[in-house]
């Protein structure tokens, strides 16, 4: 009895060792499917590949979709509007040879007015490119053949604006720039070949600006901008008179352009300054223009000029200072009054202000003991002309009537040589004396 229980309790723990074996190997290896769920799910899958590929595929998905009625017909119609254009288009430049061929034909004629209408004609009807570069090249040329040389320049600016690369641009500039030229000399353009004392305007402003956009560093630019100052100054335009003085100093140095556009700048300054400016700005401005030319140019012939619109300057400058003075004396505030003072005894004692503003001076501060009115002070600068008379003729005959083109009826008689002809001396001297002048 003893060993059948023990017997029995190591039964149930082999059992229960095994049992736990046993789960833990089915917990490992997968659950077996059916096999007739899996024959079914296989059967679905090629049921359902078969009828996808059985399928047929859409027109949308195989072609885009189809255009409405309303832009099949705006289709249509705008093929139809190219096609019509097209054939105009090559009729335009059939006609437009036809009439290019007209237009060389008249220039070989001579009727040059004729032939250049002709041209731009031809060019307005072709749309090719290098037939309306041709056809202003050749307008152009029969312009400046009929000396209609504002026309010329209106297909010169036409050609450089639109048919750059088609063109010798360096000469049409240049062609620009002697068509400046020639207006400044005073060409004008007949406006009717069967009127031709009706002349067209002065285009010379318009010429040489088109010129200097088109090529600010030419050979001949730095002439051109100072006659374009000169001519601006003319019209009451200062402020481009004194652009273009700037630019030929500025683009130009060491040119004749630029030694006339310091002096003319110069001037400029100086008439601005005797017109009156309140703070003095254009009378400081011809001062170191002045001075800035007289330090470059020791030599030059206009040096007494320079010193003469120096001392003008100053009297100027003088008198601005001497009013302000007086207008300060007269308001009670002598401060100022003596700040101006001082700088006319100082700067400007050699003007005709300076003896006044002594004077006030010395009214203001007691201090200041003004100089005597006959005290020598620097003479201003003088220039001598020199007087040269005519050179007396040895023939009796000056004139004769048939070679005056009708101005002179009646010989005329020489002046005898025992005529004294010095305007300086008197009547008497003038009379008494039978020596050749």
């Known amino acids: 009895m003893f060993f059948r229980p023990v017997r029995s309790g190591l039964t149930v723990c082999l059992v229960t060792l095994l049992s736990f074996g046993a789960w833990m190997t089915y917990a490992q290896e997968p659950a077996p499917k059916d096999d007739a769920a899996a024959s079914g799910s296989k059967a679905e899958t090629a049921v359902s590949a078969s009828e996808k590929a059985a399928e047929p595929v859409s027109d949308e998905a195989a072609s885009e979709p189809e255009m409405t009625a309303d832009e099949a017909r705006d289709a249509e119609l705008e093929a139809k509007k190219e096609e019509e254009n097209a054939s105009r288009r090559a009729k335009n430049d059939a006609t437009a040879l036809e009439v290019f061929q007209k237009a060389l034909d008249l220039e070989r004629e001579g009727e040059y007015r004729k032939a250049a209408k002709r041209y731009l004609d031809a060019e307005l009807l072709t749309s090719d490119k290098t037939v309306k570069s041709n056809a202003l090249t050749h307008a152009a040329r029969a312009y400046r053949q009929a000396e209609l040389y504002g026309k010329e320049f209106d297909c010169i600016e036409r050609l450089i604006s639109e048919h750059m690369n088609r063109i010798d641009f360096t000469g049409a500039v240049n062609r620009e720039y002697e068509i400046a030229d020639a207006f400044y000399n005073g060409h004008r353009d007949v406006m009717f070949a ?244």
Not at 347 to 358: D, N
Not at 431 to 436: D, I, Q, R, V
Request: aromatic share 8%; hydrophobic share 35%.
């Open 194 to 437: 069967w009127l031709p004392f009706i002349k067209d305007s002065d285009r010379f402003l318009e010429c040489s600006e088109a010129a200097l956009r088109n090529a600010p560093c030419a050979e001949s630019a730095g002439a051109v901008r100072l006659r374009l100052a000169q001519m601006y100054l003319t019209k009451q335009k200062t402020d481009q008179s004194i652009e273009k003085f700037k630019e030929v100093l500025q683009l130009h140095p060491g040119t004749d352009s630029a030694y006339y556009a310091e002096l003319g700048l110069a001037d400029v300054y100086c008439q601005l300054a005797e017109r009156g400016d309140g703070d003095g700005r254009w009378a400081t401005l011809a001062l170191e223009q002045l001075k800035h030319f007289e330090e470059n140019n020791p030599e030059a012939p206009e040096i007494q000029w320079v010193k003469e619109q120096r001392l003008a300057i100053d009297k100027i400058q003088a008198k601005r200072l001497h009013d302000l003075a007086k207008y300060h004396h007269r308001n009670g505030r002598d401060d100022l009054a003596e700040h101006y003072l001082n700088q006319v005894v100082q700067r400007y004692g050699e003007t005709e202000h300076a003896i006044p503003s002594e004077k006030l001076l010395a009214e203001i501060d007691e201090t200041y003991e003004a100089p005597p009115d006959a005290m020598p002070r620097k003479d201003p600068a003088h220039y001598d002309f020199v007087r040269n008379p005519i050179p007396l003729e040895d023939s009796d005959l000056l004139i004769a009537p048939e070679s005056s083109d009708g101005k002179w009826l009646l010989p005329i008689r020489d002046l005898k040589k025992d005529i004294k002809t010095d305007s300086r001396e008197s009547y008497e001297e003038r009379a008494g004396s039978n020596e050749a002048y």
